[in-house]
């Protein structure tokens, strides 16, 4: 066991299922062990690192922000973070020129949440089966899993769930204490699993109708991963309430709720430390202009689309179902994918699941062509092998 391995064991709080891989080192799509070998990161931290590791832009951003000033109290105005401001709403879908800056996809969830109940005086929500929006108290509330759920209840009360897809169990479940409706474009935990676009949009306009807040959680789905800037647009929808987070910072935790004119925002009643601090919004501000400038929106489609053209053929006869959008994707099998995922370890490829019998990819949208080929190769391989075992 390495020494990094042993101290971590010893005292930190056990609450992840950690792998025994140490690593110290990344740069662009690449991530490097303590023992110096080299893997294709498919993981980037839960979708976070977009533009790969270490972006140049990013760190530079960053390291000159960091000699000017890091931290300012939300009672100031601060130049970088009116700066982000205005090129986040830029490209925000129509209406979203608001925004409220945090530190995490969850948080910017919590913020929603109490943003809907104080709009509308209303306390229920709706919410999707196989949803996941975080971990703290009212994220967790709209959180679908069991096991994330079971050991901290009760949780806030008035949140419902009812199957995804499904306008009509939406629109029985609504009463007249509805605040919200909460959905993921792409249920990323959830198994991967697309929203329909005639579903969205039935919800959308029961929402106008019945004066319901309608909350889009992109927490994972939003800055270009599904081939778009906002997962939404591919199905025009105008969410009163859009939450991101994870590659909004580029490594630097960031998060951020952005709301249309319809949503109050009480002064003194919501807030945050750390949210949109100068250090954040510089790097914020370097990754937009460089998904941008690089047509990461584009780039994603068309790599997305390379990964299935090259690899579905190959493996369809093993598998259930290849679901993506953009360089969003989930392989569902007929097993368990655990030994699956530790085998393309073994192979220099790190992956993740989404439920027990999904692998779920989210490669930085800056892997070039010869990397996703590895990356598809080795999927293969390891697919075709593991079938021959059930």
Known sequence: MSDYLRIQKAHE?????????VLVRAKGTRVWDDKGREYIDCVTGMGVASLGHCHDRVAEAISKQSRVLTSCSNFFINDVSSLLYERLTSLAPSGLDRVFFCNSGTESVEAAIKFARFTTRKKDFICAEGGYHGRTLGALSATYRPEYRKDFEPLVPGF?????NDYEAIESSVNSDTAGIILEI????GGVNIGER??????EKLCDERGI?????????????????FGCEHFDLK???????????????MGATLCNRRIESPVGRHGSTFGGNPLACAASLAVLNTMVDEHLDIQAKEKGDYFYENIYSEIRHEIVELRSLGLLIGIELRQNVKPLIMELQERGILVLSAGPNVIRLLPPITIEYDELDKVIENMISVIKNHSKDI
């Open 13 to 21: 709080f056990n609450v992840y299922r950690k792998r025994d891989l």
């Open 239 to 253: 969410p009163d309430i859009l939450c991101l987070a994870k590659s909004l910072g580029g490594g630097v935790p």
């Open 160 to 164: 419902k769930f009812v199957p995804f």
């Open 213 to 229: 807040i309608l909350i889009i959680d992109e927490v994972q789905t939003g800055l270009c991963r599904t081939g778009k800037m």
């Open 186 to 189: 792409v249920q990323g935990e």
């Open 198 to 203: 005639e579903y969205f949009k039935s919800v």
